[in-house]
């Protein structure tokens, strides 16, 4: 099955109104390159004025609650993102399952809210450093895609972000062969669960993707994209990733 390639961005706690001016060149790229999908995951702050300045582009959230509205106070619902143009929304990203204690269990609801109501969802896993040294990594993770994952529906809407936790922000990054290994274990697990769709379900890894490493990260076999932080601030940073997926699709 062919899948798309998928480069999003997560800004993460990072930017204001001034740092939309990243947006133009990555808008630009993206429209280059019409066989890449390419969102940016702004701070909920920064969604609507984005999707203003360049409604060319996927712009995304970084979270959001697993109903609809009621009383919990700070938080965003799906259809507020989706009135404030957000097209695809990051659940369960590692910084908030610890920050937040955030467990499979909700980030799955969280993932469901997000289908329910036409977004793209991309629920990320990864394992942390002494997991991984005790051989314990592709056992994590598959639990985490196992608990977190809906089962239902599969298709387009769905992604999942295999973020090794010691390679977020670090520069460190796992080997090739480790990066092939996990995917290929992630697929599995999906088909266990979910049958022939999860063939469509795209992959992508997170986790100090860069200019330099990316076109060898998007050219192994079930990495379909990347989910890029530190990278995805400046457009300069941003669009050789663009480009190295642009060139493998
Ligand atoms: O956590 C990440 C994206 O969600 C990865 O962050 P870095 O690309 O900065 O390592």
Redesign the pocket.
Known sequence: MTRRKFVAG?WKMNGHLDHLRELHGIEKAAKAHPQVDVAICTPATLIAPAVQRTPDLMIGAQDCHAEDRGAHTGCLSAPMLIEAGAKCV?VG?SERRDEQCETDRLIRGKAEAVHRHGLTAIV?VGETEDERDAGRAEDVVMAQVGRSVPRHAAGDWLVV?Y?PIW????GRIPTLDDVAAMHATIRKELADMIGDAAGGIRILY????NGDNAADLLAIDNVDGG?????SLSHDKFVPIIEAAAALA
């Open positions: 997560n990051i990203h990320c972000a973020e390679a977020i922000g670090t997170g986790g100090s993707m989910l890029v932080g530190g990278a």
